[in-house]
């Protein structure tokens, strides 16, 4: 008997402990990044869609993972017009990773998907087209992101493309992928859960007395974005002439000032670059700014 008590006693004592442990445990909390990885692996394999015929499934995930672990090289393109597309996208893939995953994977199996409060529907031209880019670079194997850039110049539409709204092989190069600041930033508060606002216009340079103060202040609040003339700060092959037009986006990340020369920190289209320029200089190519604001933040 006297045996048997102990033996209780000890049982007892495991499951009071069983229960501390149990009490003591906290699952971890998931990032946002994790859980679209995790999306990403119950979703793997891929069923090739009927939709995308020209898009490899396993090309396609592979450019989805990688594009979370790493958004900062989300490619535009050589010589495409997808600028302001990547823009948008890399701050997405930053925003709502996981948002982006569900939002991609569902417009490769059914043709069409729903992000926020709007439904896209690509053209069958487009679907027949994404898949087969060639010599634009990173892009020719990125297929998710034509998916992407193809879907948005497709269904977002600004003065710039009346006439040519409807895609023909190669219009990735011309008017019909180009994007106006207006139809930026309808862009934006589409695909975003954050209040965006601007200044400037398509030819008219915002006047901010203190730019560099301004642009930090913004840049507390949320992400920004410039609209540029892009002869100084882009990289792109094809535009060898000096134009007096904004024809680029980048989204900044960081602006000092010293001089009257500012040192710039900012994303374009694959590649986050340093950058000093002179003041007038700067403000001689910037032709809209567009932010964020974060409604966790004053």
């Known amino acids: 008997m006297k045996n048997a008590g102990i033996i209780?006693?000890?049982?007892?004592?495991?499951?009071?402990?069983?229960?501390?442990?149990?009490?003591?445990?906290?699952?971890?909390v998931l990032t946002e990044k994790e859980k679209a990885l995790n999306f990403?692996?119950?979703?793997?394999?891929?069923?090739?869609?009927?939709?995308?015929?020209?898009?490899?499934?396993?090309?396609?995930?592979?450019?989805?993972?990688?594009?979370?672990?790493?958004?900062?090289?989300?490619?535009?393109?050589?010589?495409?017009?997808?600028?302001s597309y990547a823009a948008l996208g890399y701050v997405l893939l930053k925003e709502d990773?996981?948002?982006?995953?569900?939002?991609?994977?569902?417009?490769?199996?059914?043709?069409?998907?729903?992000?926020?409060?709007?439904?896209?529907?690509?053209?069958?031209?487009i679907k027949e087209t994404a898949g087969q880019i060639f010599y634009e670079g990173e892009l020719d194997r990125n297929e998710a992101d034509q998916v992407l850039f193809f879907t948005l110049a497709d269904h977002f539409?600004?003065?710039?493309?009346?006439?040519?709204?409807?895609?023909?092989?190669?219009?990735?190069?011309?008017?019909?992928?180009?994007?106006?600041?207006?139809?930026?930033?309808?862009?934006?508060?589409?695909?975003?859960?954050?209040?965006?606002?601007?200044?400037g216009a398509d030819l008219a340079r915002p006047k901010i007395s203190d730019l560099t103060a301004f642009l930090n202040d913004k840049l507390s609040h949320g992400n920004v974005f410039l609209y540029l003339n892009n002869t100084v700060l882009h990289r792109k092959f094809h535009h060898k002439t000096k134009k007096r037009i904004p024809t680029h986006y980048v989204v900044l990340l960081g602006i000092t000032e010293q001089n009257n020369t500012a040192t710039i920190t900012f994303w374009d289209a694959g590649y986050?670059?340093?950058?000093?320029?002179?003041?007038?200089?700067?403000?001689?190519?910037?032709?809209?700014?567009?932010?964020?604001?974060?409604?966790?933040?004053?």
């Open 97 to 125: 990773p996981l948002g982006y995953v569900q939002f991609m994977t569902e417009l490769y199996q059914n043709g069409k998907a729903v992000y926020g409060n709007t439904t896209f529907t690509p053209s069958q031209g």
């Open 157 to 199: 539409k600004g003065y710039l493309n009346v006439l040519n709204r409807h895609y023909n092989p190669g219009d990735e190069q011309t008017m019909w992928a180009s994007t106006n600041l207006s139809k930026f930033n309808r862009m934006l508060r589409a695909m975003f859960k954050t209040e965006i606002h601007s200044t």
């Open 272 to 298: 986050k670059t340093r950058k000093t320029i002179n003041m007038h200089t700067l403000r001689w190519i910037l032709y809209g700014i567009s932010w964020s604001v974060n409604k966790t933040q004053p």
């Open 40 to 83: 990403l692996q119950s979703i793997d394999p891929l069923t090739k869609s009927q939709h995308w015929q020209n898009i490899s499934p396993d090309l396609f995930l592979r450019n989805l993972r990688r594009n979370i672990e790493d958004p900062d090289f989300l490619y535009a393109g050589r010589n495409t017009n997808f600028c």
């Open 8 to 28: 209780l006693a000890v049982l007892l004592m495991i499951v009071h402990l069983q229960k501390i442990e149990a009490q003591s445990y906290v699952r971890p």
